[in-house]
């Protein structure tokens, strides 16, 4: 059997695992979109007078009410995605009361006003605190793989920074995004936490409804789409796209924890994850062992639905199963070696893909070049480390690189030099699970950053209130006379650090608001 058996070109419409039909999600008109966006702008206006810690309260009520029903929300997702209910459990679900706490602490490190210094010499009588104003209305623009917790990155600093937000989930995994968008609505009210369910075209109407600003998670070419039009429209963006991760194994490493994390890391989620393993820089000489133990790994990791337990679910949808054929193709027309895996199982019915080695790659590959999200990892045997930092650097993308060696020091000298945004030792793609890390990339990953106190300016603008308590006018004020310039001069040594110039410039300063004073008075004759 094959996929023809069952037509999964509807997006969204069936399980990828099984074939099986899924319940039917009714598309918001493009023109009802803008006014969805109102009804969050009035809710939004009252989430912004609340204060961070009722805001933490009621997000953190929102965790809660998630995780009550867990179980609910793991079989939608897996329905949606193919991936079993312990996986899904276990890598989207769990977390989301942890990540709000932690989320919250980031928060109330960024939000609070700051003091500016100002010298009362230079400025007398001044001073200044700069707040954080919430953005307003946030579009939250989200893909198909971790359709659950992709959302609540940027859902947790968005409303605690007093905003309202508008998900737009994945055509493929609609009913997730919406599920969400309740639970939080029965805990804050509504308006607060939207959805707007369609295809691109819905998406590319959200950003024209009138929304102060966008995250985006997806495709290269649709976040330089989202990332143009929100630079014409002025609206701050945070665009985070895809990834061709590097891991480089030193023949140092250890051997047990390291051929157990390239499989972690390679096949976490079926390779559809920005941060995947896709090639692997190996030092020649333990490559042979290394390797072989590797795709026995990947021979032993299973795939659901076959199996009670599994480790990997299927590919989401046909486009992302032909692309990783036309990869692994493409590597052995040009002579890779096929260690494990290319082919597909779940006998035709889902889209299940058998884990996929593929030894002696070369830069020429597709399957080294672009982005495969799917479960194939490209070795390719390099002479020592300098090699492997050069080659892993050359490419498009920049999101995670890891070095794996028991020689830490070496490891973090290797790490600072890879052009990523996450450079891990001895781990991959770890921190994207956590809220106090920034996820971030170079080149072709995009400029966004998610999670952390780092992405707000996203979610926030900043205001400054600045008070004036002087009675007389301000010395440098019109109308200029002969102090004017013994004035800058003393401002120029008072800057050079002149101890005697503050003193200088307070007589200064004294004589210029009296003949500020009189030439004002003047005006009353
Ligand atoms: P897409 O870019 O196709 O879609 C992403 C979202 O944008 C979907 O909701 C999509 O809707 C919507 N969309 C499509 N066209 C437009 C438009 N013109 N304007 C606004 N929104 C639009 O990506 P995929 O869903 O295929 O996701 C896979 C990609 O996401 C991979 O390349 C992967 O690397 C990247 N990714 C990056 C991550 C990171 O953190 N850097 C994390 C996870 C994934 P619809 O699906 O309904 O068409």
Same mark, same amino acid.
């Given at each position: 059997?094959?996929?023809e058996?069952?037509?999964?070109?509807?997006?969204?419409?069936?399980?990828?695992?099984?074939?099986?039909?899924?319940?039917?999600?009714?598309?918001? +008109?493009?023109?009802?979109?803008?006014?969805?966006?109102?009804?969050?702008?009035?809710?939004?206006?009252?989430?912004?007078?609340?204060?961070?810690?009722?805001?933490?309260? !009621?997000?953190?009520?929102?965790?809660?009410?998630?995780?009550?029903? $867990?179980?609910?929300?793991?079989?939608?997702?897996?329905q949606?995605?193919?991936k079993?209910?312990?996986?899904?459990?276990?890598?989207?679900?769990? /977390?989301?009361?942890?990540?709000?706490?932690?989320?919250?602490?980031?928060?109330?490190?960024?939000? /609070?006003?700051?003091?500016? $210094?100002?010298?009362?010499?230079?400025?007398?009588?001044?001073?200044?605190?700069?707040?954080?104003?919430?953005?307003?209305?946030?579009?939250?623009?989200? +893909?198909?793989?971790?359709? %659950?917790?992709?959302?609540?990155?940027?859902?947790?600093?968005?409303l605690?920074? @007093?905003?309202?937000?508008?998900?737009?989930?994945? &055509?493929?995994?609609?009913?997730?995004?919406?599920?969400?968008?309740?639970?939080?609505?029965?805990?804050?009210?509504?308006?607060?936490?939207?959805?707007?369910?369609?295809?691109?075209?819905?998406?590319?109407?959200?950003?024209?409804s009138?929304?102060?600003?966008?995250?985006?998670?997806?495709s290269?070419?649709?976040?330089?789409?989202?990332?143009?039009?929100? @630079?014409?429209?002025?609206?701050?963006?945070?665009?985070?796209?895809?990834?061709?991760?590097?891991?480089?194994?030193?023949?140092?490493?250890?051997?047990?924890?390291?051929?157990? /994390?390239?499989?972690?890391?390679?096949?976490?989620?079926?390779?559809?994850?920005? @941060?995947?393993?896709?090639?692997?820089?190996?030092?020649?000489?333990?490559?042979?062992?290394?390797?072989?133990?590797?795709?026995?790994?990947?021979?032993?990791?299973?795939?659901?639905?076959?199996? &009670?337990?599994?480790?990997?679910?299927?590919?989401?949808?046909?486009?992302?199963?032909?692309?990783?054929?036309?990869?692994?193709?493409?590597?052995?027309?040009?002579?890779?070696?096929?260690?494990?895996?290319?082919?597909?199982?779940? /006998?035709?019915?889902?889209?299940?893909?058998?884990?996929?080695?593929?030894?002696?790659?070369?830069?020429e !590959?597709?399957?080294?070049?672009?982005?495969? %999200?799917?479960?194939?990892?490209?070795?390719l045997?390099?002479?020592?480390?300098?090699?492997?930092?050069?080659?892993?650097?050359?490419?498009?993308?920049?999101?995670?690189?890891?070095v794996?060696?028991?020689?830490l020091?070496?490891?973090?000298?290797?790490?600072?030099?890879?052009?990523?945004?996450?450079?891990?030792?001895?781990?991959?793609?770890?921190?994207? $699970?956590?809220?106090?890390?920034?996820?971030?990339?170079?080149?072709?990953?995009?400029?966004?950053?998610?999670?952390?106190?780092?992405?707000? +300016?996203?979610?926030?603008?900043?205001?400054?209130?600045?008070?004036?308590?002087?009675?007389?006018?301000?010395p440098?004020?019109?109308?200029?006379?002969?102090?004017?310039?013994?004035?800058?001069?003393?401002?120029?040594?008072?800057?050079?650090?002149?101890?005697?110039?503050?003193?200088?410039?307070? @007589?200064?300063?004294?004589?210029?608001?009296?003949?500020?004073?009189?030439?004002?008075?003047?005006?009353?004759?």
């Open positions: 059997m094959n996929t058996t069952i037509d999964h070109s509807r997006p969204g419409a069936r399980s990828p695992a099984t074939g099986e039909a899924l319940s039917e999600v009714d598309t918001t +008109p493009v023109e009802a979109i803008a006014g969805i966006v109102e009804e969050a702008r009035e809710a939004q206006a009252d989430w912004a007078k609340a204060s961070l810690g009722l805001r933490s309260r !009621m997000l953190l009520e929102a965790a809660e009410a998630v995780l009550e029903r $867990s179980e609910e929300i793991a079989e939608i997702i897996s949606e995605t193919g079993s209910v312990p996986e899904v459990l276990l890598n989207e679900v769990s /977390g989301i009361n942890e990540y709000a706490k932690v989320a919250i602490k980031e928060a109330e490190a960024t939000l /609070g006003p700051a003091k500016v $210094s100002i010298s009362r010499v230079a400025y007398p009588g001044k001073k200044a605190v700069v707040e954080s104003v919430p953005r307003g209305v946030v579009g939250i623009i989200a +893909p198909w793989n971790y359709p %659950f917790s992709i959302f609540f990155k940027p859902l947790f600093p968005a605690l920074a @007093g905003n309202a937000v508008v998900l737009k989930p994945s &055509e493929f995994t609609p009913r997730t995004g919406a599920w969400l968008a309740e639970r939080f609505t029965e805990v804050l009210g509504d308006g607060l936490v939207s959805v707007v369910q369609g295809g691109g075209d819905v998406g590319a109407a959200l950003l024209e009138g929304i102060d600003a966008v995250t985006f998670t997806g290269v070419a649709t976040g330089r789409k989202v990332a143009a039009r929100a @630079g014409e429209l002025l609206i701050p963006h945070s665009v985070e796209l895809g990834g061709k991760d590097a891991a480089i194994v030193l023949a140092d490493c250890n051997f047990e924890r390291t051929l157990a /994390g390239i499989t972690q890391w390679a096949l976490h989620n079926c390779g559809q994850n920005c @941060g995947a393993i896709e090639r692997l820089y190996i030092e020649e000489s333990i490559a042979d062992d290394f390797v072989s133990r590797l795709a026995a790994l990947f021979e032993k990791v299973r795939v659901a639905p076959e199996f &009670e337990y599994c480790e990997i679910g299927p590919l989401q949808n046909p486009a992302q199963l032909e692309t990783v054929e036309r990869h692994i193709d493409d590597a052995l027309k040009k002579g890779a070696e096929l260690l494990a895996g290319g082919d597909r199982c779940n /006998g035709g019915q889902g889209l299940g893909f058998r884990p996929t080695l593929l030894d002696h790659c070369t830069d !590959m597709d399957v080294v070049r672009e982005e495969t %999200f799917g479960p194939v990892i490209a070795v045997r390099v002479e020592d480390e300098e090699e492997a930092i050069r080659r892993a650097n050359a490419s498009n993308y920049g999101l995670n690189g890891s794996w060696t028991t020689d020091t070496r490891g973090k000298a290797i790490a600072r030099r890879l052009d990523v945004g996450v450079a891990l030792v001895n781990n991959h793609a770890i921190p994207g $699970s956590m809220a106090n890390i920034p996820w971030t990339g170079t080149g072709d990953t995009g400029t966004g950053i998610a999670a952390s106190r780092y992405s707000y +300016p996203t979610f926030i603008r900043h205001q400054t209130i600045f008070v004036d308590s002087s009675r007389g006018p301000d440098w004020w019109f109308p200029f006379n002969e102090d004017t310039r013994e004035l800058s001069e003393t401002l120029i040594e008072f800057s050079l650090g002149s101890v005697f110039s503050a003193i200088k410039l307070a @007589g200064i300063a004294k004589r210029r608001v009296k003949a500020i004073r009189e030439w004002v008075s003047e005006s009353g004759n």
